[in-house]
């Protein structure tokens, strides 16, 4: 079946680096990627998504590009603030039409001033 | 921007009684969901539910659960006989379409269901 693997967490990092969250996927078909944030206390709200290879998405200053040849979707954003401090799950609709979302463990980010 | 909106945002329960969670989708969105987190673990999908039914379940989504639209604003979540093992943050979430049409899910901030 479909799968995400993210790397673990924490991530401690200082004010104004440069941020890489590594996730890849094992899906049938073509899926859809995502990327969602959890800040403290609240729920998930959509980062970023990419629907097909090699699309880039972006918001926010988060990058993350769409890699077939390497099943991956590793998130990037070059300058991070504390308020960048949060959860983040990535995630995958899976191009075999099923409607449930299968999520990555979540890597908790830690950004110190 | 519109937004998914949960009620409780805690729920206190005692094993065995019946626990109903509410859930507000995005007032154009056709496609409502289910997921769990239990603490420590991945965000797991339950159920999704289209056109008054349900649309596809997980294995996790046994006879203990139920999902319904009982008008046209709320979706609500009904465990039916609550075990301990059903504590975990349960989130609800709605999309226009479904994602295998790449479109993204939308999620409430979630209710806490701890069962004593």
């Known amino acids: 079946g479909d799968s995400v693997t993210q790397m673990e967490g924490p991530v401690t990092l200082s004010e104004e680096a440069f941020l890489t969250i590594n996730c890849t996927y094992t899906a049938t078909g073509y899926p859809s990627l995502f990327w969602y944030v959890q800040y403290p206390g609240e729920g998930l709200q959509l980062l970023l998504k990419?629907?097909?290879?090699?699309d880039k998405g972006s918001n926010k200053g988060f990058e993350a590009t769409y890699r077939k040849e390497t099943t991956s979707f590793h998130l990037e954003k070059g300058s991070v603030q504390v308020s960048d401090s949060a959860v983040y799950f990535c995630?995958?609709?899976?191009?075999?039409?099923?409607?449930?979302?299968?999520f990555g463990k979540g890597t908790h980010l830690i950004i110190q001033p | 921007e519109p937004e998914v909106t949960q009620t409780p945002s805690h729920q206190v329960t005692q094993m065995g009684q019946e626990v109903i969670l509410r859930c507000v989708p995005i007032s154009n969105h056709l496609y409502f969901y289910w997921y769990r987190q239990i603490l420590g673990q991945k965000v797991e999908f339950l159920v999704s539910f289209y056109n008054n039914e349900i649309s596809e379940k997980s294995e996790i989504f046994d006879d203990q659960f139920s999902v319904e639209r009982p008008d046209g604003s709320n979706f609500t979540l009904k465990i039916r006989s609550t075990k301990l093992e059903d504590s975990a943050m349960y989130f609800c979430?709605?999309?226009?379409?479904?994602?295998?049409?790449?479109?993204?899910?939308?999620f409430g901030d979630g209710t806490r269901l701890s069962i004593l």
């Open positions: 995630a995958l609709g899976s191009g075999g039409g099923a409607d449930g979302l299968t």
């Open positions: 990419a629907t097909k290879a090699d």
């Open positions: 979430a709605s999309s226009v379409s479904r994602v295998a049409l790449n479109q993204p899910q939308h």
